[in-house]
Structures are given as C-alpha cells and as structure tokens.
Nanobody, 127 residues
C-alpha cells in the first residue's frame, strides 16, 4: 500500500491522448510523474503539491503545453493528462511519492526527492 499504483497506459498513434492515474497510500505533500525509455535516463515529467502550495505545478520543458498534472484529494489520486502525443513520448511512466518529512524548497522534478515508486505503466506512441 505504500507503493503507488499507476494505470492508464497503452498504445496510441501520434497526436492522440492518454490519461494516466496514480493511486497513493494516504495523503502526501507532493506527487510526481517520471518516465524512462530504453537507453535514456529517468526524466521528471511533472510534479504537483497536494499540501502547502496546493495548485503549484512544474513540468519538464519537453511536455509543457501538452501534459497536465492534476489531483483529486478526496481519492488520494493524481492524474497525468497527455495530449498531442509524440513517438518520443514512448516510455515507461512511473508515479512517485515522498516519505513523510520531505520538505523541498521548490516543486521537485529530481528523483532523489522521492522514496516510493510504482511499478510503471507503458506508454507507446506510434507514427
């Protein structure tokens, strides 16, 4: 239950959309989405504050304007709406949560700020 659980991945054509969901165990101060493609480093995609700083988000430059992170506090769930998908978006997408007590000074897109990781959900975008 500590491990976040992702869902919503799949295969779509370029220009299509997908919505990923992440169910967390209890409330967290912030939640993040990461992705990793074969041969590439893990990349921070988006982060949202769910406590202090509610509504503050941060995005990787590569997805800004196309992806939107949001939350449902009542369900302890975060979402990643992905529009205008490109083949280069193909990757395993991970949801991540911090341990209690983490106090970043800014919305963290660095993996070092997260302690619990989901198993991942595959997103494949074909041309």
């Amino acid at each position: 239950q500590v491990q976040p659980v992702e869902s919503g991945g799949g295969s779509v054509q370029a220009g299509g959309s997908l919505r990923l969901s992440c169910a967390a165990s209890g409330s967290r101060k912030y939640m993040g989405w990461f992705r990793q493609a074969p041969g590439k480093e893990r990349e921070g995609v988006a982060v949202i504050y769910t406590g202090i700083g509610l509504g503050i988000t941060s995005y990787a430059d590569s997805v800004k304007g196309r992806f939107t992170i949001s939350q449902d506090n009542a369900k302890n769930t975060v979402y990643l709406q992905m529009n205008s998908l490109k083949p280069e978006d193909t990757a395993m997408y991970y949801c991540a949560a911090p341990a209690y007590g983490r106090r970043p000074y800014a919305p963290p897109l660095s993996a070092s700020w997260y302690d619990y990781w989901g198993q991942g959900t595959q997103v494949t975008v074909s041309s």
